[in-house]
């Protein structure tokens, strides 16, 4: 019952994984993405190409509207195209958020048969981060617009997307509750290490490298502790109140 109940606070798309793998009794056979990958494109033509272009604004502009009108404009549509993004520089946050973490597959690869799982979530997880470089100077300015409580739920989402896009490209196949566990963990170290490299003035962000091999560390040593269904009830709680304070929720 416990199980159940701490299910429904996750996406509904991970939520229904849930239910898959309770019926399969083992990991869908797919390979394209995570199992919640979305076969269809996850934003139109015109959309792709106003927010990437949208993008190379982003460090003197900011995540503004004003980023937007100048990506639209950049690729011959009017500025009045900007009303396709209804959420404004959420939709260019998002954009960052989305496409990033469909490129992972194609930009981290393991050839060595060797690699153990752990080894592939570190590698996957701090491409992620550096792929946050290029627009660093502006992301504590994303990250306050995903704190917006409007915003809170979808950014939410998207973290757990790319908690579960990380471990199934390291080959996890965990059908138990350990699923969760470390989702939940992956998603708390990633935000706080995300928010860390946004003040590392390190060469080629060393320091942020090394903030997440020690995230990482505790991470596994708390995961070896949780033993029970109750201490992952409250392992995961304290997982997403540290998510949520690293968003700028103050909790």
């Known amino acids: ?25 083992a990991r869908s056979t797919r ?52 009303n396709l993004f209804p959420r404004g520089a959420f939709d260019l946050i998002n954009y960052h958020l989305v496409t ?12 060595d048969s060797t690699v153990g799982v752990g080894a592939k979530v570190r590698s996957l997880t701090l491409q992620r981060l550096r792929s946050n470089a290029g627009l660093i100077s502006r992301w504590q300015e994303a990250l306050a617009i995903m704190a917006q409580p409007k915003n809170i739920p979808p950014s939410i989402a998207e973290l757990a997307r ?43 962000f060393a320091e942020t490298e090394r903030f997440l091999d020690r995230r990482l560390q505790e991470t596994r040593t708390m995961g070896g502790a949780v033993s029970d269904v109750g201490q992952w009830v409250g392992f995961t709680g304290a997982s997403v109140i540290n998510v949520l304070r690293s968003k700028g929720v103050r909790i």
């Open 1 to 25: 019952m416990a199980v159940h109940q701490a299910v429904r606070s996750w996406p509904a798309r991970l939520r229904g994984s849930w239910k898959t793998k309770r019926a399969l009794g």
């Open 162 to 204: 790319l908690a579960d896009e990380i471990w199934f490209l390291a080959g996890d196949t965990s059908v138990d509750t350990s699923w969760y566990i470390k989702r939940a963990a992956l998603s708390a170290v990633y935000s706080s290490t995300e928010l860390f490299m946004t003040t590392d003035t390190s060469a080629d």
């Open 31 to 82: 390979t394209y993405y995570s199992y919640e990958h979305d076969p269809h494109p996850a934003f139109t033509s015109a959309e792709d190409s106003i927010l990437s272009a949208a993008l190379t604004h982003v460090p003197r502009h900011g995540f503004t509207t004003a980023a937007l009108a100048r990506g639209a404009r950049d690729v011959g549509y009017l500025d009045v195209t900007t």
């Open 100 to 111: 990033q973490r469909l490129a992972l597959q194609d930009r981290v690869q393991f050839p």
